[in-house]
Each structure stands twice: as structure tokens, then as C-alpha cells.
């Protein structure tokens, strides 16, 4: 698969999701935040991205900790993404 | 890619979504031994069914005394008597065990303290017909639809029930007898598009309210099944009820649970007013949810409405203790910093009335099967959950019953298609030659449409336009310019050009042809509001007000019957509501209050 087949398949999984919260902010991540991310950031975001939302949640509003510092930059990145 | 060289994969039963009520199904149908498909846009566990946190109510009565039959009275009701009381007394009688076969499932239910299933109070669950509240709502904390979907996709995995996920179903293959012969799919990874021929198929999409601009459903509601249906000619039932619920955040559809108002939250208009002590001056904003809603939309109007367009009302905690917020409220705190871009201690929250559920979709009797117009069974296919109208929740849904009604008629289609299966034998029928032309020829108009209108913004236009004509209050001359708009924007569907023509993952093409079931949708909903000259359940229209000769706007004379839109022609039938239910005399006639 190259670069764009993962990029789509990394935004199906970001805008298809169970919740109707996570398509927007994750949706709205992919589309303004993850083209400047570096490849250590990218990685982790693919980590968040494949968590179920209501393990992903408790991260983005902080009632649980992240596993790494790394993974802890990009859920604060994530909580950035206004919808306005 | 011609008809004869699709790839045919041949299966007992195939089934089109795996949430809650695809995967009811596929355990009925895999541990009787059936060969069985489970085609899913996504990972079943991240079905949308995730996001129901109410509960699922059965009359346990493991809290206090409860009783099906005053279950079943609560649903009529609920539903504005548009209900079918068949099903709905199946329904009711079945929830206790549906319930309990969960539990045995492994679904973590709360418990007392002796180890029974915790029942909660819930918004129009009543005892001794309407009488009093009562504890009927089964629920594990506000997780309970995550939960649910876990039990059930565990007990798949050991059935061995097939998977194919991150495919979408494209349309429903149908011989000249009007059999269904199974569905044909793309998978999304390869973009090769197959065949599923099977004796049986379910259709298990859930809900499609991404048809309105504010919705409180996923993205991934776009009522594929409804449209699959409609263009297999099947007639989609009630069409015009969908249940809104009055607060979502203005621009994100996310909800704000009642509970804001149950701890004092006001709603205001752009005056500052606490509007509702016009429209309800005991409850105020506690007034029931469609009061609220069409206060909230009055206002609008009116031009009291919030923000440089006008379009929202607000709800004010500030007025509230931060410690109170902090402590009651957090999670609603979280959603309007996230979504609404405010903190709610400092400034209030935007709200609109936003679409939450159908309440109408492919017809179907109690036991899952699919209807025709004249209530002959539709060989080979099936319907349950959101996307099927059996109809249990007619003109409006009592809440709790959304979960009740997949796992119920998810099972009772499963049953109907092992029943099926075994009396009709092993073999499959022949597919006719041209299986697959139509859906071909749609695919072959994506890949070479030069000039052609693009998906997002169609499909703005359409949800803008189905929140301004078709909202939770309705207006005669804003419906008869929502049909002629909804069928310009048809037009621009059935026109729509894709800058991306590559095979593998190619997620605009899939937003295409999503937008292609969505517009069935809406436009099967704006037609039939329209014709619709009543208000009943969630169906209220300003030309069908409260009067001593109409109640609530409700005319039994000329409108207790369902409505069936045909897509050849967009024409609209009637059948009328089934009164009689299984063992119990009718549930009669009487003005909806609470």
C-alpha cells in the first residue's frame, strides 16, 4: 500500500467510528493537524486512531493517563482541534 | 468489470451490518450451522450501537412489580398509537428472556444487592398502564450499548459467524420473481466488487440521520440498507418520524443529555429571555422533549435566535456552582469545551434540536420478514433493528426500546431465516444474468462523470435543506418547497464527480455512493411528511394544531395508517396500523399526554 492508500485508510478509520465525537475530532485531526505531525507522532496518532472510543475519550479529557509522553503530545494536540 | 466476471462467493445467509441487531442475527443463524456472511463497514465493536447508553427495558420487575402487558401499553403509546400492537406485544413478551439470554451472552448488567439485574427509572416507563413510574431500564453504567455489542460479537466469534469487514454493501441482487438472491459488495481495501448469493438475506444498517445538518447520529449513518431497498423496490414505511432530541450542540450535532436541565440549566433566546416560561410556564425547561424542541425552533424563527445566523438557542449553567458542575455535570463540561469551543462554568452552551432515531424504515411483520404493499412476505429477505420498521415504535419511540427492539427482532430474523433455510433446502437459486448491471453501471458513472457536482457539498446542500424543510416542527409551505429542493438536489446525486478513480481505499467513491442511499432517505422522509396533513408523535406540523376535534393535532380519521414510499415514481400507499395485538384486546384509542 503507498503513502495515499494509507492516508485514506487512515481516514475511513478516523470518520467512520462509533461515536459521532470521535469522527468529528479525529476527522477534523486528520484533516488539519496530521500532515505536520513527525513520524513519531504520526505512529502514535495510528495508535489512538485503531483504540475504541470509549477507551479513546477518558485520554482526550484527561480522566485517564497515556501509556507514553509521546502518545500524551498527540492526545494534547487532539483535545486543540476546535471544530470552529 | 462485467457481470461475468464478479466474483461469487455463495453463503446460507448473508447479513448487511454488524451492530446489535446483525449480530443477534448472525448467532441464531451460525449456531444452527448456517454458512453466514456479516458484511460491515467497520469493526463490528465500533458499530454505532455503541452510543446508546440508556439502557434496555424488560418488566423484570426485579425492582418492583412490572408487567409486559404495561410495557406494551407504555409503547403504544410512546408511539402515538401509529405502532403495530402484534409486534409490540412480541416485543414486550420477549424482553425479559431477550434480556436474560444476554446476561447468559456475558453482558455485565448492574446488579442489586442480592445479585439481580439493576433496573433504573426512565422517561415514560409507567406501571399498571400509565399509572405510576417504574423501574424497568437494564443497564451496565452509560456503557451499555459497548457492552452489548461485546457480548455479542463474542459469542460470534465462537460460533464462527464469517466477517467481512470494511465492506460496504452496494445493492441487493433480485430475480423477476421479486426474490432476494443475496447482495453485491465492495471491498474497500482491494476495491473489487463480489457477489454474495445466499438463501437468505438480513439487512441490519441502523439508522441514516446524517441525512439532517445536525444529528446526533456517527457518520457512518447513512442508511445503506434503506437505500438498497428502495432501489430493489421495496417501499420504505413512515418515513416522515424521526425522534429529535432538543439539545445538540449547535455545528456538532453532539448531544447534551436532559440531565443539564434536570440540574437547572435554562435555555435562552438572544434577548437573554428564559423563553419556556411562555411555552410551558409549570415545567418550563423541563417540559417534555418535543415541547422543548419546538419552543427552541418558534424562537429561531421568530429571529431570537443566537449567533451571527440567528440559527441557536443557548443553555446557561452559569448561573450554577462550579463545584456542582464539576461534580454533577463533568462529562457535559468535556463535550462543550471539546465541541462547542466554551468553557459552560464561564459562558453558556449553543444548542439545537438535532435528529436522533428513526422511527421508520424497511417494513417488516414481528417475525423480521420484509413486507410488500399488500402484506405478502418478500422471499429471502429480512430486516431488523434501526433500519427495519416492524413497527413498534411508530410515531414516536419510548426510550430504552431501541436496544430492546434489535436484540428481539434480531433474534426473531435470525429464527425466520433458519426456518426458511431448512424447509427450503440446499440448493441456491440461480442468479438472473443481469445480477449485477445496475449496480455496474452506477460504478462505471462515478469513474467517468465529467463535470459533475461534488459529494461534499451535495450532500451539505441536502442536509441543510432536509434541517430547514423536514425539522421538528414542520410548516406546510416549507415542506411542499422541501420536496421540489430535495428533487433538484436528487439530480445533483445521481450527478456526482470523484477526483479519486484508484481502486484501493478509495474512501470518496465510498462517500459517493453513501450519498446515493442517503438522498432515498431523505427524500422518501420529505414526501412523506408532506403528504402527511396531521401531527402525530414526532410528526408535528404547524397547518395541524391542538384543537377539542384533533387532540394534539391528530387525526385518526384520516391518517392511523402507515406510509409506504415507493422510489418508481416517488409515489406514496397507505396500509393500515395493525390494532390487534397477539393474545390481549386492543390497547384503544386514546389523546397522547403525559
Known sequence: MDAAEQLNRLRWRCTRRAMLEMDILLGGFLERRYASLTPEQADAFVVLADMEDLELWPLITGKRECDNPLQAQVVAMLRDVRIK | MSALTIPIRKFDAVIVGAGGAGLRAAIQLSEAGLKTAVLSKVFPTRSHTVAAQGGVSASLGNSEEDHWHWHMYDTVKGSDWLGDQDAIEYMCRKAPEAVVELEHFGMPFD?????????????????????KPVRRACAAADRTGHAMLHALYQRNVRAN????????????IRNAQG?????????????????????ATIIATGGAGRIYHSSTNAFINTGDGLGMAARAGIALEDMEFWQFHPTGVAGAGVLITEGVRGEGGILRNSDNERFMERYAPNAKDLASRDVVSRAMVTEINEGRGCGPHKDFVLLDITHLDPATIMKRLPGIRDISIQFAGIDPIKAPIPVVPTCHYMMGGIPTNYHGQVVNADGSVVAGFYAAGEAACASVHGANRLGTNSLLDLLVFGKASGDSVVDAVKKNGAAHQDLPADFAER???????????KGGASVDETRLAMQRTMQKHCGVFRFKDMLVEGVAKICEIEQAVHATEIGDKSQTWNTARVEALELDNLIEVAKSTMVSAEARRESRGAHVRDDAPDTPAHPNGRDDEAWLKHSLWHREGSTLSYKPVVLTPLSVETIALKTRAY
Open chain 2, 439 to 449: 449496480t455496474l453501471s452506477r460504478l462505471d458513472r462515478l469513474n467517468t462523470q
Open chain 2, 111 to 131: 446488579r442489586t444487592d442480592e445479585g439481580k439485574i439493576y433496573q433504573r427509572p426512565f422517561g415514560g416507563h409507567m406501571s399498571n398502564f400509565g399509572e
Open chain 2, 179 to 199: 426474490q432476494i438472491l443475496g447482495v453485491i459488495a465492495l471491498e474497500m481495501e482491494t476495491g473489487q466488487v463480489v457477489a454474495f448469493h445466499a438463501k
Open chain 2, 161 to 172: 459467524t464469517q466477517f467481512f469487514v470494511e465492506w460496504m454493501a452496494l445493492d441487493l
